[in-house]
C-alpha cells in the first residue's frame, strides 16, 4: 500500500526558510519520480519541483529557482523541499506526489498518490 506523509510545513516570516519532508512507504524512493505540488483555495494544484527516480534528474517551477532545492535520501526513503528566501506568494499547502513525470513542467496523472499536504504560511 501506498503512503506520502508530508511534514515540515509551519508559518515563517518572509525571507525565512522551511524544509519540508516526504517519507514514502509501499515503494522505494528510487522507484518513482516524486513531486512537490501546491494549492491554494480557487487555483489549480501546481507543480513546484520534481526529482526523477532513473537520474536524479530535477525540475523547478520558474517562481522557485535558486530558491528551492528537492532532494532524495534512498536510505530513508524520504524526498525533500528545501525552501529559502522564502515569500508571501509561496504561501499554500504542499502536496508530495508519486509517480509524477517530468515534461516541460511536473505532470501528475490519475495514477499519483498523493499525501494529506502540510501548510506553508508565509507571513509579517
Known amino acids: 500500500q501506498v503512503q506520502l506523509v508530508e511534514s515540515g510545513g509551519g508559518s515563517v516570516q518572509p525571507g525565512g526558510s522551511l524544509r519540508l519532508s516526504c517519507a514514502a512507504s509501499?515503494?522505494?524512493?528510487?522507484?518513482?519520480?516524486i513531486g512537490w505540488f501546491r494549492q491554494v483555495p480557487g487555483k489549480e494544484r501546481e507543480g513546484v519541483s520534481c526529482i526523477s527516480s532513473s537520474d536524479g534528474k530535477t525540475y523547478y517551477t520558474d517562481s522557485v529557482k535558486g530558491r528551492f532545492t528537492i532532494t532524495r535520501d534512498n536510505a530513508k526513503n524520504t524526498v525533500y523541499l528545501q525552501m529559502n528566501s522564502l515569500e508571501p506568494e509561496d504561501t499554500a499547502v504542499y502536496y508530495c506526489?508519486?509517480?509524477?513525470?517530468?515534461?516541460?513542467?511536473?505532470?501528475?496523472?490519475?495514477?499519483?498518490?498523493w499525501g494529506k499536504g502540510s501548510l506553508v504560511t508565509v507571513s509579517s
Open positions: 506526489g508519486a509517480p509524477v513525470t517530468i515534461l516541460t513542467t511536473c505532470v501528475f496523472g490519475r495514477r499519483t498518490y
Open positions: 509501499g515503494f522505494t524512493t528510487d522507484y518513482y519520480t
